[in-house]
Each structure stands twice: as C-alpha cells, then as structure tokens.
C-alpha cells in the first residue's frame, strides 16, 4: 500500500507552506535548476501522430568511364527512413479540497504545488534531450547521447562528430555544439496535436485513498509530448571524455583546442566560426537555423573565467536574446544543469 504523505499533500505539507499569519509562504526553490536548451530548442509539428519520417540518402549512383562501342550499366541512388518517436511526460496534483481552502487563499496555494511539477517536468525533459534512450526505456524518446555515443568510426557514422578529449574515468562530462533548424535538428510534437507543456485545471473532482473511500480534491494534470528529430546528424557534435577532476590540474583537457576541432566536423558554421564556406554558404545558412553551445555549470564557469583573460581572442562576453552570455567565435554557450558530471568515458 502506498504512503499517503509520499503522493498527495497533508495537513503538515500544509503547516510547511504558510508564514505565522497563514498565508502561502514564498517558498525557496532550492531544487530549481538552468537547462537553456528547452528555451532555445526549435519545436516543430511532426510528420505522423507518434513521429516524425524523415528521409535520408545513403548512397549515390556510380558512373561509368565508357569506351566507344561500349555501353554503361545503369546505376541508382539509395536512401533510408528514419522514425524519431515522441515521449508523452504526464503528471497529475491532487489536493483535498478542505485542505486546499484552510488558508483563504486557494489559488494562491495550489500555484505553490504547480510551480514544482513545471520544474520537475522540465528537468526530466532536459534529461532526456541529452541522455533518453528508447532501448532502456522505451516510453521516452531518442536524446543525443545514444546517437552521438562512440569516438569510433568502425562502430557509427557519427563518431566523426564526437570530439575524444582524453578522460579515460566515470567523472566526465561532455560539451554540445547543436544546429537547431528544420533541416538540421528540432523538437517534435504529434501531428494535430498542441505542442508545449500543457496545464489543465480540472477543478473538484471525487477521488479515491488507499483504502479506495472517495473524497474531494482538487485535481490539475499536466502533460508533455515532446520529441527529439536529428534530420542531418553532421551539423551536431559532442566533444567527450572531459575529465571533470582534471580540470583544476595540469593534465586538464585543452576545451580550446578541442572546441575548435569539433567545429570543423561540422559542414557549414556561421562565418566568424569557421573559414570552411561552401559556395552557396549564405542559404545554407539560412535553411540549416541557428548554431548554440551547451555546457554545465563547471565548464561554463572555466569558460567564463578564460573569456575575463586578457590574452583570450576567442571567448567573449556579448549580448544573445537580451542577455549577457559567454560566447566562442561568435556562437553562444548556454548552461544546461542536466549535463551529467558523471558520464562513462566514449570508445
């Protein structure tokens, strides 16, 4: 049988929850976390109710050095489809009615209690953008480290684009340079649906306790539907294997050095990042979004440190979408907290 206090809220949840005078106290969010991804990431409608197709070439027709009087075979090209599926995240409040109006201030009181699901549901879907893996648990989605989970080539295409920076342990972390575009890499929510966190207050409703007696409870339900489409996996990657405890010593990983190499692995980059241009770079550009860095709290704080270093030229302190941020040859790095410290070391 369940404890009641560890799923719905009591009467010393409540004693917690006001001041002296009985009104909702200002609580202090002590688990609240940064994850800049969930406000930087496109999201789009996908192609089908529980995914998104997406069509990709896998090989080019061969042609033939012909000789006179000889013909050439017939060749084609080859493609593959790809379904990236989409996660329903779902929670539910309830709250007992008597318990909900004892201080006066029903909303105000119930606001207390969704303002922690919001937060709660937000890191579990930042959690899954980088690490959910649909073989372990395959009622979420595909996130980027199961793509992007080898440095070598033998095992997967995408070790081109994963950066090795040489932590051998089980304290490494990892650092992301993302394109998000409608042809690179976005969010998917199911076709007719609504996209976004959705929060519907279902008012008074009879509810039932362990020993199944009904009562009445106030009842809000939140639900999430959210996906992860790689559409062209080369305008991502992940440089690796950065040894976390060796960052304050003298054996630290070069994340300079390592910065650049990894966006050299990309096709195409804004042009203050990379000299590499294709002809039609100004389009491609355009069609591929916007090109955003993604670290956790300890390497944004290395970074912000160096980009204070006089003698630093590649990391610097600009304004992105009204704020302040550290960026890398013009491309900005954001903080997201759901970067473990923790990560195995990539082979």
Known sequence: MATIGNQVLTFADWAKRVDDDYRVAAIVELLSQTNEIMDDMLVMEANQPTGHKTTVRTGLPAATWRLLNFGIPVGKSHTAQIIDTIGNLESESQIDVDLAELNGNTPEFRLSEARAFLEGMNQQMAQTIFYGNTLVTPERFTGLSPRYNTITPANAQTAANVVNAGGTGADNTSIWIMTWGADTTHGIFPKGKIGG??????????????????????????????????????????????????????????????????????????AQATAIQTSDSDRVQESMGRVVIYANRVIRTYFDLQAMNKTNVLLRLEEFMGKVVTTFRGIPIRTCDQILNTEAALV
């Not at 007696?213 to 489409?229: M, R, S, T």
Request: charged share 25%; hydrophobic share 45%.
């Open 197 to 270: 966190l959705q929060h519907e207050d279902k008012g008074k409703w009879r509810v039932f306790d362990s020993n199944n007696n009904p009562y009445y409870a106030y009842v809000d339900h939140f639900k999430w539907e959210l996906g992860l489409c790689v559409r062209d996996w080369r305008f991502n990657a992940r440089i690796a294997n950065i040894d976390v405890s060796d960052l304050q010593t003298a054996s630290a990983a070069n994340l300079i050095n390592a910065m650049v190499r990894a966006m050299y692995r990309i096709p195409v980059m804004p």
